[in-house]
C-alpha cells in the first residue's frame, strides 16, 4: 500500500465550510507535503512541515504534524469553489517522496 | 505556467507500439522526476535524474526507459505498450539531488493506449 494514505477519500462541502483532510504514513519521514491537483492538471505544490514541526499556516491553509501518531492534517477554512481539486499528501523519507491516493474536494457554491 | 514543459500534451497509440515523452524542467532546476498517475494506482514514482545521472528508480516497468540530456531535458521512453500503461505521465523538477525538495510539475503528458 502506499505511504501516506488519505482520509475521506472524498468531501463535499459547501462554499465558506473548512474543509479537513487526514494523512497517514507508516515509517518515519523528514519532512510531509501537500500538494493540489486540479481536474487533468500537474500537481501545485502547497506546503511543506518538516518533522520537527507542529503546525504550519500558509494563507487559508493549516497544516498539522503529529509524528507521535504519525499523521497530518490539512485545513482549508473558508473554502472557495476555486478550492475544488484532489489534495495529495507526500511522504518524503531519506530519497523518497512517496504520494498518498489524495483526497478529492468538491465545494458547492 | 510551472516552468516545466511536457510535450505531447496529449497521444493516442496502439497496443505494441512506441512512445517517447519528453520534458524540459524548470530553468535552474537539476532534477527531473517521472510520475505515472492512473486511476487504479495513484501517482507512482518512476524515476529520477539529477544532473545527467540516474538517482533513483522506483516502480518503472522494464519496458520503460529514461534519460536526461546534458541541456537538462529528459525523455521517458515507453516501448511494447499495453492497454494498462494508459496514463497520465507527469514530470517534475527540483533544484536539489533528493527527492525530498518540492517538485515542481509539468501539465503532464495523457497517454492512451488502444
Known amino acids: 500500500s502506499q505511504q501516506g494514505e488519505e482520509d475521506p477519500q472524498a468531501l463535499s462541502i459547501q462554499e465558506g465550510e473548512n474543509a479537513t483532510m487526514n494523512c497517514s504514513y507508516k515509517?518515519?519521514?523528514?519532512?510531509l507535503q501537500w500538494y493540489r491537483q486540479n481536474s487533468g492538471r500537474g500537481l501545485v505544490h502547497l506546503i511543506l512541515?518538516?518533522?520537527?514541526?507542529r503546525e504550519k499556516h500558509s494563507g487559508r491553509l493549516r497544516v498539522t504534524l503529529d509524528t507521535s501518531k504519525k499523521s497530518s492534517s490539512l485545513l482549508i477554512t473558508a473554502s472557495r469553489a476555486a478550492d475544488t481539486a484532489s489534495y495529495f499528501c507526500a511522504k518524503a523519507a531519506g530519497n523518497k517522496l512517496t504520494f498518498g491516493g489524495g483526497t478529492r474536494v468538491l465545494v458547492k457554491p | 505556467d510551472s516552468g516545466v514543459t511536457q510535450t505531447p500534451k496529449h497521444l493516442i497509440t496502439a497496443t505494441g507500439q512506441r512512445v517517447t515523452l519528453r520534458c524540459s524542467p524548470r530553468s535552474g532546476d537539476l532534477s527531473v522526476y517521472w510520475y505515472q498517475q492512473s486511476l487504479d494506482q495513484g501517482l507512482q514514482f518512476l524515476i529520477q535524474y539529477y544532473n545527467g545521472e540516474e538517482r533513483a528508480k522506483g516502480n518503472i516497468l522494464e519496458r520503460f526507459s529514461a534519460q536526461q540530456f546534458p541541456d537538462l531535458h529528459s525523455e521517458l521512453n515507453l516501448s511494447s505498450l499495453e492497454l494498462g500503461d494508459s496514463a497520465l505521465y507527469f514530470c517534475?523538477?527540483?533544484?536539489?539531488?533528493?527527492?525530498?525538495?518540492?517538485?515542481?510539475f509539468g501539465a503532464g503528458s495523457r497517454l492512451t493506449v488502444l
Open positions: 515509517t518515519s519521514i523528514n519532512n
Open positions: 517534475a523538477s527540483s533544484v536539489g539531488v533528493f527527492e525530498a525538495n518540492v517538485l515542481t
Open positions: 512541515i518538516r518533522s520537527n514541526e
